[in-house]
């Protein structure tokens, strides 16, 4: 079902602005965002599974089957109580009045349930914008770090260095070392050294050339790794018992899986960013997404309203300023920060000490409601 059938055929009963126009914040290059309510009539619902909802090509306008929104309002979904409690301006077209009436007046939707949903949204958001800032300065190379560089050797002082620079000093050839597990130290290692130039002796051969085949029967040691572009973890050998230990080896296995998932974070990162808000983020030099944050005092201060017992206020235009100098990123990353993490604790305890119901009706029966109350109204279709 496409949303210009549902226009079509009339089932749409609510639309309303939603995003920066409703809540006062547009500015000359917004889009416009529309959010609505379909109703599909009784027959219609009883023959068929309803899509629960339905996106313009763009995804800037969409609208719920009646079923979705009063799940969503249920679990206070803060675009369905937005929708709600929409003020009349924002209001585009409602062929059902009364349903809307019938549901702001029913059922207590603002619960303590709009903790959940909007002061931890916030806290998302929030930490999404941290996670910015990490990005912002601190780049990473394209071409990942290996294993290699997560190792460490101690060859019997008491500091240790990395591996790739230890291999450097001492002129190792690393395709003739070997490793030993040492026992009850995950991810430490006894380190072996077999020198290529007596392996090539033993059997003849160029000290300089690659092994040949005929040495490989007396020899041990082929690395501490195979492919070290794909390589996830050291490998080891059988040590014969005349092999002299030449140092310890450390692998940090953790931080290398760490740095990985880092590396595959910032480069999807990277390809699904907005460039055009990315290059915002660049010339406002906070290190931070500002309309992201923006909307984190937005979510903030909406929530401090409802558990204030002031009920949801959609329209922000009265803070407009302080929010637009948000956008432009006006305040230093550590304030704007700061003061979003302390007001995400205010807020906690103004839900905890308010008098809101804990939840609503389940939304089986609001619906059932809903439909029986307006019987008649949707046979009509």
């Not at 930490?127 to 019997?156: H, Q, S, W």
């Not at 960013?273 to 010339?283: K, S, V």
Request: with cysteine; net charge neutral.
């Amino acid at each position: 079902m496409t949303l210009e059938e549902l226009k079509e055929k009339g089932w749409i009963a609510l639309e309303v602005l939603s995003g920066s126009r409703a809540y006062g914040l547009s500015t000359p290059t917004s889009d416009t965002d529309i959010h609505g309510v379909y109703f599909l009539p009784l027959k219609e619902r009883l023959r068929y599974n309803p899509t629960l909802w339905v996106n313009s090509e763009k995804n800037d306008h969409q609208y719920w089957d009646i079923a979705k929104f009063i799940l969503l309002l249920h679990q206070a979904n803060p675009g369905a109580l937005e929708m709600l409690y929409s003020p009349e301006h924002l209001i585009l077209s409602c062929t059902k009045p009364k349903i809307l009436d019938y549901l702001r007046e029913g059922y207590s939707f603002l619960t303590k349930k709009c903790q959940g949903s909007f002061v931890r949204y916030a806290e998302s958001q929030l930490k999404r914008a941290r996670g910015l800032n990490k990005k912002v300065f601190n780049p990473m190379d394209k071409e990942r770090n290996t294993i290699l560089d997560f190792c460490y050797v101690n060859d019997g002082d008491s500091n240790s260095i990395p591996f790739k620079k230890f291999l450097k000093e001492k002129k190792l050839n690393k395709g003739f070392l070997a490793l030993s597990a040492v026992t009850h130290m995950p991810g430490t290692f006894s380190m072996f050294y077999q020198d290529p130039q007596k392996v090539i002796a033993e059997h003849g051969g160029d000290p300089v050339s690659n092994v040949p085949s005929t040495c490989l029967e007396s020899r041990y040691a082929y690395g501490i790794i195979g492919d070290e572009a794909t390589a996830n973890e050291v490998k080891v050998c059988s040590i014969p018992k005349t092999a002299k230990q030449i140092g310890t080896l450390y692998y940090n296995g953790d931080a290398y899986k760490k740095h990985c998932k880092e590396h595959r974070e910032y480069w999807t990162w990277v390809a699904k960013r907005n460039d055009e808000r990315y290059e915002g983020t660049l010339q406002h030099g906070g290190g931070y997404d500002a309309k992201n944050m923006m909307h984190v005092y937005r979510l903030l201060h909406t929530a401090k309203d409802i558990a204030l017992g002031k009920g949801l206020i959609v329209d922000r235009s009265f803070e407009r300023d302080f929010l637009l100098d948000i956008k432009s990123g006006k305040f230093p990353y550590d304030e704007i920060y700061g003061k979003a993490t302390e007001m995400i604790y205010e807020v906690d305890r103004l839900f905890e000490e308010s008098d809101l119901p804990e939840d609503t009706c389940p939304p089986d029966d609001i619906l059932w409601s809903v439909l029986n109350a307006f019987d008649k109204e949707l046979n009509r279709y």
